[in-house]
Each structure stands twice: as structure tokens, then as C-alpha cells.
């Protein structure tokens, strides 16, 4: 789906408990997305509902973690890795902004996760090229 654009190893190695749990979301993350476009965002939609925004951190930690058990996610499937990442949050309570973007030259789709606004262990020298399609938000309580 995209180009190498983020840190494709994982920094550190992540605490003893995130690991099964990010072993789970590289196996559901691949499932959602098989679907079609539709589906994926339909079930993410429902996925982020009763979640407190993620912090950078949180975010963070959870990528790190996603990369770090599954090598399939450090490369290319940008899309893979960014459903696990957002999922890993969801079961630790929190959502992270999953956006999914394209670049026109050279044509280019890439999918990632944001915390107000700023992208999680990406490159943002390239991401400011991409022109944001899809933006899946925390809710916001008292929010309509």
C-alpha cells in the first residue's frame, strides 16, 4: 500500500504483557483487512466507541509493540500494521485517530495512526504530501 515511510523496527522491546495482546490484533488487523473499504471502516467506527482518546504515548507504546511481535507489519502493509496499532489501544481503552490517505505523484495509498494531529513514528516529510480520504476519530463524549 505504500512506501517505507516509518521507522520499520520496532525501538524497544515492549513489556511482557503488551506482547500477546499485540500477537492478537497482527492476526485480527490481518482479517479487517481482507475486507472491502466499507467494511473496515464500519468495524472501526463501531471498534472506537466507549475508548478515551489515546495519548502519544499510548500510541506509541502500541505500535512499538505491534512491530516488535510481528514482522510481516515492519514492512510494506502499512494498512495491516496501522489496524493492529489502533486495535492494541482499543484493548488498553483508548483510541488513537486512524487516518488513510493518498499521494496523486506518484500515486501512493498509506494508512496510519495520529495523536492530535501528529503521526506516530511516521515520516511526516512525506505524510505532508498525502491528502487524508479516511479519519476514523475518538468520540468524544458530550460531542454530537
Known amino acids: 500500500m505504500s512506501i517505507s515511510m516509518v521507522n520499520e523496527r520496532a525501538l524497544s522491546s515492549p513489556p511482557l504483557w503488551i506482547r500477546p495482546l499485540a500477537r492478537v490484533t497482527v492476526l485480527l488487523a490481518r482479517g479487517i483487512a481482507r475486507l472491502s473499504p466499507g467494511r473496515q471502516f464500519a468495524l472501526l467506527e ?3 466507541h466507549g475508548a478515551r482518546a489515546c495519548s502519544a504515548k499510548e500510541a506509541h507504546r502500541a505500535r512499538n509493540a505491534v512491530l516488535f511481535v510481528s514482522v510481516m507489519c515492519t514492512g510494506p502493509w502499512c494498512l495491516q500494521r496501522s489496524i493492529a ?13 486512524w487516518c488513510v490517505g493518498v499521494r496523486t505523484e506518484p ?3 498509506h494508512a496510519w495512526v495520529q495523536v492530535d494531529g501528529v503521526p506516530i ?14 479519519a476514523i476519530r ?4 458530550g460531542a454530537v
Do not use: N, S
Open 107 to 109: 500515486f501512493i495509498a
Open 46 to 48: 463501531a471498534l472506537r
Open 85 to 97: 496499532t489502533a486495535l492494541l489501544c482499543r484493548i488498553c481503552g483508548t483510541w488513537p485517530e
Open 121 to 134: 513514528d511516521e515520516d511526516t516529510e512525506q505524510l505532508k504530501y498525502f491528502h487524508r480520504m479516511v
Open 138 to 141: 475518538p468520540v468524544v463524549k
